[in-house]
RNA sequence: GCUCGCUUAGCUCAGUUGGUUAGAGCGCUUCGUUGACAUCGAAGAGGUCACUAGUUCGAAUCUAGUAGCGAGUACCA
């Protein structure tokens, strides 16, 4: 065996999955020791088919590869099945640059041409990120590796939008829309990114027609918009306006003329009271003209230019960029004279999610899905509990969002993606929604959509369309919908949680998961955002290079806590990286003398042990199984790290291999029946090392793999007492190191003792462990009573197993080196007793507290204090003689 | 503006229904290789749990407010 823990069997052991096929939901539930009529599903959120992994995905992936192993170990037939998603916006932009790159204007080959070079480069990165999710040691089914461009999930798709639009809910109409000018496309409103910026308020004054001479004035934050404007609003309440109300404007720059009408819509108290209205230009605007029936006076092309024929002097600035426009409109204010007054203002501006420009609100023909029923529908799901969002917070969040949303954009004016099934006649202008193209005719001409749909569109749809649907008896759609968790970060719960929950509300009548669990998002150690700009990218493909796939998955793991980031650092995978060697050595070590041994005794429980640091480490076993298991199922993934760290490392390895050194052969069979459970317990945070490990285990089979092992559950009864005793043996031996290290005496030196006033039971314990005490204290001897009369000794107390009694440790002062020393030791000890008793007593004299509290309560006080002051006037009588020898 | 979260040891953070002397790792001090591990072991120092008020016999924990930081979100022209 190797002499450290080292990452070279990563590779050997994820081929080993593969070939026995253990992610194979079926396969592995039929190998299983104990399997049980339980399942469990888990679908990975698909990667960007062309992206590369990074933290994100690696924490992604750590969780939900934890969390099924673990739930395939404990007998349940687990799916985890993974996929990547086609990202119609990103992919098509790698495309089109990759093309550029070529001197290839993508538009010059044609809808077709261009697809056939999306499948070409998605065809060559697909592999690359499979191969980057396997790295981390993946457990998931690639029988059932799925796209969501692939052929079954397309018909998917193409289904469900042709039964929203039969059930009335897909609808086409000419609306306001976030329009991209650089990437020519609709967006929705989440790929909209509100940005904070330095800008300006223009108050610009509009004369009015009958009499020039008198003008109104507008603010705004977009002058040029005023080439589009067709009325002013003011308030209905507001005294300063009451008679301009049905007058005219004249519109500078443009000459019209324009109506000045009162809305409810705007607040007097604001700006100046008077708000210019641009139906085409503004979402407020837009409802303002619709409720007053007012044209929609476009002024802008596609690329977000003027648009020629614009009337008067505006008729010159054709062509003109919205930013250059709005400059000239304000050097036209001012030179007509009519520029009030400029003033600073922060604005937050709506910047495109992927190209990073200003969202124009541009009037467009689109698609678009009604959401207030399907909204409705999701909130009264979640409310009602059948989805449990975890962490908690986040369930405020999605049913705000559930209850302001707005009707979905879900077109796009992209070639990459499914591409809308409604075919529009040429002839006729009729509309036909189908799933296969209608049958042309004399009168007709059909032509399809060219739009595409919103990615996110058949990202919704994923937990149905994975699972056969819309065959609704398709066998995984019946074996594994809902799913048990869906397991994702924040940032994406309206994106995609939200829109699955609606859609597969909408189609099945049930909700899509049972749980959602929102990781953190991963920082760097500073807690800064990771990126390429910044320079602090910790690259996970860099970290299983380095330090193996277990140590990043453990390291996730153990830093992953609800309601706070998760700052990553060397130092950490540092950290865990010990940890995992350590479980090596502690194997290691265990293993020493069965090299070559097929015994396979240890594999069950050693039914009868009589040491007591063998029945301890039992109970212990128990315990941390059972809070393993609990930490687990309610996703507090860095509660499981630290319980099976501490369990590992201190009980394990610090005090029970400690102790097992003194019984030796007796312990054997318990050491190695515990070391096989604690490589089932980290199994599902490590596989490669734990397999590695366990295959080194006597008797094990090449083919028994740790992930069809029972996984520990800790039914057993709880030894409390052995729990107990064994507190009161740790005890003594920390008192017993204690005295050595702060009277400067080595710690190898074995010192011999006395114990005295040991009960009954504290008597048993030591009595039947005296080797293991004498040997982890490192005693010479160990004696019952006092030291024989006229010895010089020091003496302190120490809990008994008895509640509320102790017993004395009687140490000869020859023992020790420094006679004042130990004196004050014994004072500082005395006094931090002092302090506890006497809050102890006071606790106990307040009437209000004896009657109030409950008398379980009141009974453990009282014990305390029994305790305390036993321990009083024990140190109190030691030291009045070590004084007077001090003194003599 | 609204909503939510965070504030605990020098640093990074745990602390699950209110109840032992508030924990862990790193760092620091002292000491140390008995059959695994120096990626180790033992002992120790270090905290008025952000602040204020309240509820309670009892508050790091519950309530309200304040301050600082962070996130989400809104139509302020």
Request: overall charge negative.
């Given at each position: 065996?190797?002499?450290?823990?080292?990452?070279?069997?990563?590779?050997?052991?994820?081929?080993?999955?593969?070939?026995?096929?253990?992610?194979?939901?079926?396969?592995?539930?039929?190998?299983?020791?104990?399997?049980?009529?339980?399942?469990?599903?888990?679908?990975?959120?698909?990667?960007?088919?062309?992206?590369?992994?990074?933290?994100?995905?690696?924490?992604?992936?750590?969780?939900?590869?934890?969390?099924?192993?673990?739930?395939?170990?404990?007998?349940?037939?687990?799916?985890?099945?993974?996929?990547?998603?086609?990202?119609?916006?990103?992919?098509?932009?790698?495309?089109?640059?990759?093309?550029?790159?070529?001197?290839?204007?993508?538009?010059?080959?044609?809808?077709?041409?261009?697809?056939?070079?999306?499948?070409?480069?998605?065809?060559?990165?697909?592999?690359?990120?499979?191969?980057?999710?396997?790295?981390?040691?993946?457990?998931?089914?690639?029988?059932?590796?799925?796209?969501?461009?692939?052929?079954?999930?397309?018909?998917?798709?193409?289904?469900?939008?042709?039964?929203?639009?039969?059930?009335?809910?897909?609808?086409?109409?000419?609306?306001?829309?976030?329009?991209?000018?650089?990437?020519?496309?609709?967006?929705?409103?989440?790929?909209?990114?509100?940005?904070?910026?330095?800008?300006?308020?223009?108050?610009?004054?509009?004369?009015?027609?009958?009499?020039?001479?008198?003008?109104?004035?507008?603010?705004?934050?977009?002058?040029?918009?005023?080439?589009?404007?067709?009325?002013?609003?003011?308030?209905?309440?507001?005294?300063?306006?009451?008679?301009?109300?049905?007058?005219?404007?004249?519109?500078?720059?443009?000459?019209?003329?324009?109506?000045?009408?009162?809305?409810?819509?705007?607040?007097?108290?604001?700006?100046?009271?008077?708000?210019?209205?641009?139906?085409?230009?503004?979402?407020?605007?837009?409802?303002?003209?619709?409720?007053?029936?007012?044209?929609?006076?476009?002024?802008?092309?596609?690329?977000?230019?003027?648009?020629?024929?614009?009337?008067?002097?505006?008729?010159?600035?054709?062509?003109?960029?919205?930013?250059?426009?709005?400059?000239?409109?304000?050097?036209?204010?001012?030179?007509?004279?009519?520029?009030?007054?400029?003033?600073?203002?922060?604005?937050?501006?709506?910047?495109?999610?992927?190209?990073?420009?200003?969202?124009?609100?541009?009037?467009?023909?689109?698609?678009?899905?009604?959401?207030?029923?399907?909204?409705?529908?999701?909130?009264?799901?979640?409310?009602?509990?059948?989805?449990?969002?975890?962490?908690?917070?986040?369930?405020?969040?999605?049913?705000?969002?559930?209850?302001?949303?707005?009707?979905?954009?879900?077109?796009?004016?992209?070639?990459?993606?499914?591409?809308?099934?409604?075919?529009?006649?040429?002839?006729?202008?009729?509309?036909?929604?189908?799933?296969?193209?209608?049958?042309?005719?004399?009168?007709?001409?059909?032509?399809?959509?060219?739009?595409?749909?919103?990615?996110?569109?058949?990202?919704?749809?994923?937990?149905?369309?994975?699972?056969?649907?819309?065959?609704?008896?398709?066998?995984?759609?019946?074996?594994?919908?809902?799913?048990?968790?869906?397991?994702?970060?924040?940032?994406?719960?309206?994106?995609?949680?939200?829109?699955?929950?609606?859609?597969?509300?909408?189609?099945?009548?049930?909700?899509?998961?049972?749980?959602?669990?929102?990781?953190?998002?991963?920082?760097?150690?500073?807690?800064?955002?990771?990126?390429?700009?910044?320079?602090?990218?910790?690259?996970?493909?860099?970290?299983?290079?380095?330090?193996?796939?277990?140590?990043?998955?453990?390291?996730?793991?153990?830093?992953?806590?609800?309601?706070?980031?998760?700052?990553?650092?060397?130092?950490?995978?540092?950290?865990?990286?010990?940890?995992?060697?350590?479980?090596?050595?502690?194997?290691?070590?265990?293993?020493?003398?069965?090299?070559?041994?097929?015994?396979?005794?240890?594999?069950?429980?050693?039914?009868?042990?009589?040491?007591?640091?063998?029945?301890?480490?039992?109970?212990?076993?128990?315990?941390?199984?059972?809070?393993?298991?609990?930490?687990?199922?309610?996703?507090?993934?860095?509660?499981?790290?630290?319980?099976?760290?501490?369990?590992?490392?201190s009980?394990?390895?610090d005090w029970?291999?400690e102790c097992?050194k003194a019984?030796?052969?007796?312990?054997?069979?318990?050491?190695?029946?515990?070391?096989?459970?604690?490589?089932?317990?980290?199994?599902?945070?490590?596989?490669?090392?734990?397999?590695?490990?366990?295959?080194?285990?006597?008797?094990?089979?090449?083919?028994?793999?740790?992930?069809?092992?029972?996984?520990?559950?800790?039914?057993?009864?709880?030894?409390?007492?052995?729990?107990?005793?064994?507190?009161f043996f740790q005890d003594l031996v920390g008192q017993i190191r204690t005295l050595k290290a702060e009277s400067k005496v080595a710690p190898s030196k074995a010192i011999r003792i006395w114990i005295k006033d040991a009960?009954?039971?504290s008597?048993?314990?030591v009595?039947?462990s005296r080797a293991t005490l004498i040997s982890m204290a490192r005693l010479s001897d160990l004696s019952w009573g006092d030291a024989p009369a006229g010895a010089a000794c020091t003496r302190f107390p120490v809990s008994a197993?008895?509640?509320?009694?102790t017993v004395e440790i009687v140490v000869p002062m020859s023992e020790l080196k420094d006679l004042a020393d130990e004196v004050d030791r014994l004072r500082k000890e005395l006094s931090s007793f002092?302090?506890?008793?006497?809050?102890?007593?006071?606790?106990?004299?307040?009437?209000?507290?004896?009657?109030?509290?409950?008398?379980?309560?009141?009974?453990?006080?009282?014990?305390?204090?029994?305790?305390?002051?036993?321990k009083?006037?024990k140190i109190q009588s030691t030291l009045k003689q070590l004084e007077a020898q001090v003194k003599g």
């Amino acid at each position: 065996m190797d002499k450290a823990y080292e990452k070279q069997h990563d590779k050997k052991w994820q081929k080993f999955w593969d070939d026995e096929r253990l992610a194979v939901p079926e396969v592995a539930h039929a190998r299983h020791a104990a399997p049980l009529e339980k399942t469990f599903a888990l679908l990975m959120p698909p990667p960007n088919v062309t992206g590369v992994l990074h933290q994100g995905h690696a924490l992604m992936l750590a969780l939900e590869d934890t969390l099924t192993r673990w739930n395939r170990m404990s007998g349940i037939e687990a799916l985890y099945l993974p996929g990547t998603d086609h990202a119609s916006i990103a992919v098509q932009m790698q495309v089109v640059k990759h093309l550029a790159t070529k001197g290839i204007d993508h538009r010059s080959l044609g809808r077709e041409g261009f697809l056939k070079e999306c499948w070409d480069w998605i065809n060559e990165y697909r592999p690359r990120i499979y191969g980057q999710v396997r790295s981390m040691g993946t457990n998931c089914d690639w029988e059932r590796v799925k796209f969501t461009m692939d052929a079954e999930l397309n018909k998917g798709v193409t289904h469900a939008f042709v039964e929203l639009y039969k059930r009335g809910l897909v609808y086409r109409a000419e609306k306001l829309v976030n329009w991209s000018p650089k990437g020519q496309t609709v967006l929705s409103d989440l790929e909209v990114i509100f940005k904070e910026q330095k800008g300006h308020i223009w108050h610009l004054k509009y004369p009015l027609a009958h009499d020039p001479s008198q003008h109104i004035v507008v603010a705004t934050t977009r002058p040029e918009t005023m080439l589009g404007d067709v009325a002013v609003a003011v308030s209905p309440s507001d005294e300063r306006y009451k008679h301009f109300v049905g007058k005219k404007i004249i519109l500078p720059i443009v000459g019209r003329e324009i109506p000045i009408i009162a809305d409810e819509f705007v607040d007097a108290a604001f700006g100046t009271g008077a708000v210019k209205i641009t139906p085409a230009h503004d979402f407020n605007d837009f409802e303002v003209g619709e409720r007053h029936g007012f044209a929609r006076l476009n002024i802008f092309t596609p690329e977000a230019k003027l648009v020629p024929n614009l009337p008067g002097k505006a008729a010159a600035w054709a062509g003109l960029d919205r930013f250059i426009a709005r400059d000239k409109v304000v050097e036209e204010f001012q030179a007509l004279g009519l520029l009030d007054r400029i003033e600073d203002h922060l604005n937050r501006v709506g910047t495109s999610e992927r190209w990073g420009e200003i969202v124009e609100p541009y009037l467009s023909h689109q698609w678009f899905l009604k959401m207030d029923g399907m909204a409705a529908r999701a909130a009264e799901a979640v409310r009602a509990k059948r989805i449990e969002i975890v962490p908690h917070e986040f369930h405020n969040q999605f049913m705000r969002w559930m209850e302001n949303i707005h009707d979905w954009c879900i077109s796009r004016q992209l070639w990459w993606g499914q591409q809308i099934p409604a075919y529009h006649c040429r002839k006729t202008g009729e509309v036909v929604v189908s799933e296969t193209p209608p049958p042309a005719s004399p009168k007709h001409d059909w032509v399809q959509d060219p739009d595409v749909l919103d990615t996110w569109f058949s990202s919704g749809l994923w937990p149905l369309t994975t699972l056969g649907w819309p065959n609704v008896k398709a066998e995984d759609l019946r074996k594994f919908y809902p799913t048990s968790v869906l397991e994702t970060g924040f940032d994406i719960l309206f994106f995609w949680v939200a829109r699955m929950v609606m859609m597969c509300m909408e189609f099945v009548d049930e909700v899509p998961f049972k749980k959602v669990y929102m990781h953190p998002m991963v920082r760097d150690e500073n807690g800064q955002k990771m990126s390429k700009s910044k320079g602090n990218v910790i690259d996970p493909l860099e970290i299983v290079e380095e330090f193996g796939a277990d140590t990043l998955r453990l390291t996730l793991n153990g830093l992953c806590v609800q309601g706070r980031d998760l700052r990553l650092s060397t130092e950490r995978l540092d950290f865990y990286r010990a940890f995992i060697n350590k479980i090596w050595n502690a194997t290691r070590f265990a293993l020493m003398k069965s090299e070559g041994s097929t015994d396979r005794t240890w594999m069950k429980r050693p039914a009868r042990v009589t040491h007591l640091h063998d029945r301890w480490i039992l109970a212990r076993l128990d315990e941390a199984s059972r809070d393993l298991n609990k930490a687990w199922g309610e996703f507090r993934m860095q509660e499981a790290v630290d319980t099976l760290y501490h369990f590992i490392w201190s009980d394990f390895c610090d005090w029970y291999l400690e102790c097992a050194k003194a019984t030796r052969e007796d312990s054997d069979n318990v050491v190695k029946h515990v070391l096989g459970e604690i490589l089932k317990m980290m199994h599902p945070l490590c596989p490669h090392a734990t397999e590695e490990l366990w295959h080194g285990m006597p008797g094990v089979k090449i083919e028994e793999s740790l992930l069809v092992q029972s996984f520990p559950q800790g039914e057993g009864f709880p030894d409390t007492e052995a729990l107990a005793e064994f507190k009161f043996f740790q005890d003594l031996v920390g008192q017993i190191r204690t005295l050595k290290a702060e009277s400067k005496v080595a710690p190898s030196k074995a010192i011999r003792i006395w114990i005295k006033d040991a009960g009954p039971l504290s008597q048993k314990v030591v009595e039947s462990s005296r080797a293991t005490l004498i040997s982890m204290a490192r005693l010479s001897d160990l004696s019952w009573g006092d030291a024989p009369a006229g010895a010089a000794c020091t003496r302190f107390p120490v809990s008994a197993v008895e509640a509320g009694k102790t017993v004395e440790i009687v140490v000869p002062m020859s023992e020790l080196k420094d006679l004042a020393d130990e004196v004050d030791r014994l004072r500082k000890e005395l006094s931090s007793f002092e302090k506890l008793a006497s809050s102890q007593e006071g606790k106990l004299a307040n009437k209000n507290f004896v009657d109030r509290a409950p008398p379980e309560v009141i009974d453990k006080e009282k014990i305390k204090l029994e305790e305390y002051r036993d321990k009083v006037a024990k140190i109190q009588s030691t030291l009045k003689q070590l004084e007077a020898q001090v003194k003599g």
